[in-house]
Nanobody, 123 residues
Framework: QVQLVESGGGLVQAGGSLRLSCAAS????????MGWFRQAPGKQREFVAA????????YYVDSSKGRFTISRDNGNNTVYLQMNSLKPEDTAVYYC????????????????WGQGTQVTVSS
């Protein structure tokens, strides 16, 4: 069983930055691919970024490329999402996710979800 706890959300002006963190329980963190998803009001949850267990492979949704960076610290069981040049359309609840299968994670079918953290970008 893996528990995921997100932090770092908040209110920021357009053009600003935030760094989200996701702390994972358990001793096998590096065996999980980790990802970030988001859900805006009235919309479906969507994939944002993912990183392999070793950190060697990363994927991003097109709308976040060049602005967001996913990284992980396997020694501290934590995955991060650095978000720069934020836009009002980035406003959403951001969820951390973990999966032993990278393709399933990217497909939005992870083994575990966090509870989410709200990110609000004002114009």
């Amino acid at each position: 069983q893996v528990q995921l706890v997100e932090s770092g959300g908040g209110l920021v002006q357009a053009g600003g930055s935030l760094r989200l963190s996701c702390a994972a329980s358990g001793r096998t963190f590096s065996s999980y691919a980790m990802g970030w998803f988001r859900q805006a009001p009235g919309k479906q949850r969507e994939f944002v970024a993912a990183i392999s267990g070793s950190g060697s492979t990363r994927y991003y949704v097109d709308s976040s490329k060049g602005r967001f960076t996913i990284s992980r610290d396997n020694g501290n069981n934590t995955v991060y999402l650095q978000m720069n040049s934020l836009k009002p359309e980035d406003t959403a609840v951001y969820y951390c996710a973990a999966s032993t299968a990278f393709p399933l994670l990217r497909a939005g079918k992870p083994d575990y979800w966090g509870q989410g953290t709200q990110v609000t970008v004002s114009s």
